[in-house]
């Protein structure tokens, strides 16, 4: 699909990131090539390949090239302990790293002793005479039941697990969020999300699936809600994603009513409270606010709410399933609890995953 775009529009801006400005073009010719190489170091469906590196134009050409040599990439993000990062090394043991100086840093050495590393800040890179063309997925025998990434979760209830995600069931959520918010190529997307987390998959390729133009923070933007509206001004970004802890301080910055750009603001990953969403639609009336809910097991969000304009209630709730996904509220013998009762929330269809947690209707 994001090939599709590039023969549609191969001029159009894909990504800035600072000074820089990479077209469709000239990004997909840039994972072709490096992708290339990927294969060339036997990389096959379903395998994980690592990526350590600082948010650049390189890690979104690294993630790019892992998918069309048919791997699964494995995010290590290099602002975690260097213990964290071993862990999950070792755990889901890939034969492969994609890296820059940060990612070396953050491994340490030890951790490189049994991989092979492409290092993708060299000035002249191996691959630099590789094919520009798109790999054939038929020739490397990749289908939509293949892992698209392996993201491990917090381990904050037991040891972190890496999470196995199709091709599928990315797709899903995507085609889905395509419908439900409609981007086009005018629009701008705010990509700040750790690619440790899993809705950092949606600001990629959400934007490159549909012609739009991908805007990088800088790799501790982030935690800055003040630089974050200096980036969305500055850029005329039209899109950005907030857990509500960090919303709160973005609502809470002296020039966020400037931010007049923004039509969709989009939350996840935690409770998003009504006085915040009061807050919103007081000082941004003109942006659109989405509460979404999921599990990294069931390819990111599994449902979704839209404030109105007019939202005076108590609660925000976490909404209805999004398209081919099914919810129901059980108790322990596997029944529908009534109204009003406590249950385990179970999630099937195309996000290809279940996974539990207690909620209250």
Same mark, same amino acid.
């Given at each position: ?5 590039? @023969? ?14 990479? #077209? ?5 010719? @840039? ?7 990927? !294969? &060339? ?13 600082? @948010? ?21 993000? /290099?602002? *975690? ?26 491994? +340490?050495p030890e951790a490189l002793v049994d991989l092979t590393v492409v290092d993708l800040e060299t000035a002249t890179p191996a691959w630099a005479d590789? #094919?520009? %063309?798109d790999p054939d997925p038929r020739a490397l025998g990749l289908s939509p039941r293949h892992l698209a990434y392996v993201i491990y979760t917090s ?9 196995? =995600? ?14 439900? *918010? ?32 991908? =805007? ?20 005329? !970004? ?18 966020? %009513? ?5 039509? @969709?603001?989009?939350?996840? +990953?935690? &409770? ?22 999921? /599990? ?17 209630? #108590? ?6 399933? !999004? ?7 059980? %108790? ?9 009762? =406590? ?11 279940? &996974? ?6």
């Amino acid at each position: 699909m994001f090939e599709q775009q590039v @023969r549609r529009a191969p001029e159009a801006v894909a990504l800035v990131h600072e000074d820089e400005e990479l #077209s469709y073009g000239e990004l997909n010719a @840039r994972a072709n090539r490096l992708a290339h190489h990927l !294969i &060339a170091l036997g990389v096959r469906p379903d395998q994980p390949v690592a990526i350590c590196l600082e @948010r650049s134009p390189a890690m979104v050409v690294g993630l790019l090239a892992i998918l069309k040599a048919g791997g699964a990439y494995l995010p290590l993000d /290099p602002a *975690y302990p260097s213990a964290r990062l071993r862990q999950i090394v070792e755990d889901a043991a890939p034969r492969r790293l994609l890296c820059d100086a940060a990612g070396r840093a953050a491994l +340490g050495p030890e951790a490189l002793v049994d991989l092979t590393v492409v290092d993708l800040e060299t000035a002249t890179p191996a691959w630099a005479d590789q #094919s520009a %063309d798109d790999p054939d997925p038929r020739a490397l025998g990749l289908s939509p039941r293949h892992l698209a990434y392996v993201i491990y979760t917090s381990g904050s209830t037991g040891t972190p697990k890496g999470v196995m =995600v199709e091709h599928r069931a990315i797709l899903n959520r995507l085609i889905w969020m395509q419908k439900a *918010y409609a981007l086009n190529a005018t629009d701008v997307v705010l990509q700040k999300t750790p690619f440790g987390f899993d809705v950092s998959a949606w600001e990629f390729f959400w934007t490159l699936l549909e012609g739009a133009t991908l =805007v990088l923070a800088p790799p501790a933007a982030h935690k800055d809600p003040d630089a974050l509206v200096n980036l969305i001004i500055s850029h005329r !970004i039209t899109t950005a994603h907030f857990v509500p802890s960090m919303l709160v301080s973005f609502m809470e910055a002296k020039s966020v %009513d400037r931010c007049t750009s923004l039509q @969709r603001l989009v939350c996840s +990953g935690e &409770a998003l409270a009504a006085s915040l969403a009061h807050k919103v639609r007081r000082v941004l009336p003109w942006t659109g606010l989405h509460n979404l809910y999921g /599990p990294t097991e069931a390819a990111i969000d599994v449902t979704a709410w839209n404030c109105p304009a007019d939202f005076d209630g #108590s609660v925000v709730p976490i909404g209805r399933p !999004i398209a081919n996904t099914r919810l129901y509220l059980l %108790d322990g013998h596997g029944a529908p609890v009534p109204f009003g009762a =406590v249950g385990e929330l179970y999630i099937g269809g195309a996000g290809g995953r279940v &996974a539990t947690s207690t909620v209250r209707i």
